[in-house]
């Protein structure tokens, strides 16, 4: 599985660089986020810009990511443009559980935007 991480102090950029995130990777997907969140990454960017196809278990290896974060910190879908897993994700009805955004820019300043309502509501 070919991917990129980028690690900063508030969150971290996972950019998977493959092209169908299907059973073959999915496995492999899963142990990286488990590993991620046991590192203590607070907050996860998975950036899929650069994946065309998702089948059911790069959903499943989506979903266990998103429950990992929950309650812990942020994570959220970025790059999701291609056709074909936008529709997936609308037919699923995933963007009622995920976040997702379009950018990873956008992803960062809703970080940012989280981080300073939790802090105002510890207050």
């Keep these: 599985m070919k991917y990129t991480l980028d690690k900063n102090d508030k969150y971290s950029i996972f950019r998977l660089d493959e092209e169908n995130l299907n059973s073959v990777l ?12 046991n590192e203590g990454v ?6 899929m810009s650069s994946v065309k196809y998702v089948d059911s278990s790069g959903l499943s290896a989506i979903l266990t990511a998103n429950r990992l974060w929950k309650d812990y910190g942020v994570f959220a879908v970025t790059g999701a443009k291609s056709p074909a897993v936008k529709k997936l994700i609308e037919i699923s009805r995933l963007e009622t559980i995920l976040t997702l955004i379009p950018t990873n820019e ?12 939790n802090e105002l509501e510890e207050e």
């Design 26 to 37: 999915a496995p492999d997907l899963k142990s990286e986020f488990v590993f991620f969140r």
């Design 106 to 117: 956008e992803a960062v300043d809703y970080i940012f935007m989280e981080e300073i309502q």
């Design 42 to 47: 607070k907050n996860l960017i998975f950036d």
